[in-house]
């Protein structure tokens, strides 16, 4: 067997960083026995390190430069998944706002995480929706994380996991002017949610720019799905208003 060193070498030439007994056994031709001494080897040494029961993660040489950066750890704790939500609106500087808690796109079932310190957060999402992301280079390490354009949808969609409908509406206007609008509305209609669409809409409609081709709500849509059904209505999107003067007006909506 290589030594340690030469094994995290090889781990890291193949851009895997997250790590099994059984993935490791498969990667170097090892029977069970076999890659449990190993990870228990490269954990002594702190060449990787126990995030979750039977789960590791590739720290190297360099333990601070992974550790210190928890959307990379975040996003090699689901596959496939990509950084979304208030954790990709804050990455792409639309709020000024530091989330807690990391938010994680994933088509799969998972439970939240938390790790020396971190909170990782996994939103389940249909496969159809699994779109809209890229790799960046987070801190030296590959990360994918949505474009702009589909951080915020996914947040349109679901405020919760992203600092509130307030901050979303903060963010989409702090965003319009470098936006890609076309794209905005072709993700949008993609994501084959009506109420989403009709949210969109009135807020792009409210900043002067055109939402034509939006598939309209057939019902009533309240602006912020988290709030009471209260405020004026937009009879175009079909939108009930529900957030103040305040809260529209923070970033020009409105």
Do not use: C
């Amino acid at each position: 067997m290589d030594d340690p060193v030469s094994v995290v070498r090889r781990l890291y030439a193949a851009d895997i960083f997250y790590l099994t007994p059984k993935l490791l056994a498969g990667i170097f031709d090892l029977d069970a026995p076999q890659a449990y001494a190993l990870l228990e080897r490269l954990t002594r040494q702190g060449l990787v390190v126990a995030v979750e029961k039977g789960k590791y993660l590739l720290v190297g040489l360099q333990p601070e430069r992974v550790l210190g950066n928890p959307l990379f750890i975040a996003a090699q704790l689901a596959h496939p998944s990509y950084i979304s939500y208030w954790s990709a609106l804050h990455y792409h500087g639309l709020t000024e706002q530091v989330p807690h808690t990391v938010f994680v796109a994933t088509t799969r079932k998972k439970r939240p995480v938390a790790f020396q310190g971190h909170r990782f957060r996994y939103v389940t999402i249909k496969p159809d929706k699994f779109f809209g992301y890229r790799r960046e280079s987070v801190g030296d390490l590959p990360v994918v994380v949505a474009d702009p354009e589909k951080a915020l949808i996914d947040s349109l969609e679901q405020p919760r996991y992203a600092g509130g409908m307030a901050e979303v509406v903060a963010a989409l206007a702090a965003a319009t002017p470098d936006l890609d609008i076309s794209l905005l509305l072709d993700y949008a209609a993609r994501m084959g949610d009506r109420s989403l669409a009709s949210r969109l809409g009135y807020l792009l409609t409210a900043q002067g720019i055109l939402a034509d081709g939006l598939p309209i709500s057939a019902a009533p849509v309240l602006l912020d799905p988290h709030s009471p059904a209260e405020g004026g209505y937009d009879i175009r999107w079909r939108v009930r208003v529900n957030l103040s003067h305040a809260q529209l007006h923070r970033e020009g909506i409105g």
